[in-house]
């Protein structure tokens, strides 16, 4: 079923988020894309997709600097002789619409529309990656037409998200998402690839197909269960984090880890004879392709850091 994509220019709240290869979702806020096909878009000014199940509004705004250069003929993007100039204060001002990823680290460019100005097609394109980020971590497919920015493909980031193939007035957009027992950068699901076309007014974009459903709403994805886990599991989890340079070297975990839903609790220092046990809480996320600790403590407060009421009377002692 196809949905279009009005592409509204106005100011400023265009939210983004994204991850990895082949999988986009955006958003704009206060214009934003909805999705409504697999695929992958880039747009100039800030577009609205209607999209089946989105509670996105129809409405979109340009974010700032998306203006055509006075006295130029190229595209608003353009920069050093390309149509699409990663530095551009025009892409520059649409990256910071997308607000924070992972880490609290915005987006940056990773890569456009590869073209020289003189052959610039009407629709242009901005893959948006994560700073230090992998396959798993959040993209967005930022879509510009020749007077500025027109939104993201998708309302919310998605992982494993790739730019494909384009041409005068589409892109093509794969994505792909995590399966059963995937590692996180192994993705099985997919690919699916939608293809974004500009329309005759040059701001209507629509995909020619749904997006898949498992990369616009990650939580429909059937998963496996990731309870019990072992405590091996969860060591590995630790490794590199804050919290793993908060507790006492050589890490000891108790064999015995309660775990219900997507949580988990671990506990330390048991062993060797030590009386003072410390509580680390852990959360598989789905999105990241496996478990991450949360906070570490004495006596968590869980409900008060997220954990459902439910799940908190079970491991949370």
Known sequence: MKRIIAIIGAVASVTLATACQDDAATQTSGGSISN????????????????????????????????????DNAPATA??????????????????TLGAGVGGDGFYADSGTDASVGTCPAILWVLAGTPHGTASSPWQVMLFNHAGYLGTATKNSTAYTQVVGSSDRSVRVQYRWLTGKDASYCPSGGPVIVTLTLGVDDRTVTPDRDFPTEVTDPSSASSPPVCPVTKVVLLEALRGTDIESRLATPIELEDRIDCAGEWAMAHTGTH?????????????????????????????????????????????R
């Open 272 to 316: 060797n004879n030590t009386v003072n046990r410390a509580q680390v809480l852990f959360h598989y996320i789905a999105a990241e392709g496996g478990w991450r600790p949360v906070d570490l403590g004495s006596a968590l407060r869980c409900t008060e850091i997220g954990v459902p009421v439910d799940v908190a009377d079970k491991i949370c």
């Open 79 to 96: 920069g050093n002789g390309r149509c699409v100039d990663l530095k551009s204060a025009v892409v520059t001002a649409a990256l910071g």
């Open 36 to 71: 409504s096909a697999t695929a992958t878009a880039t747009a100039t000014a800030t577009a609205t997709v209607a999209v089946p199940g989105s509670a996105q509004p129809p409405g979109t705004q340009q974010s700032p600097g998306a203006t055509r250069p006075a006295g």
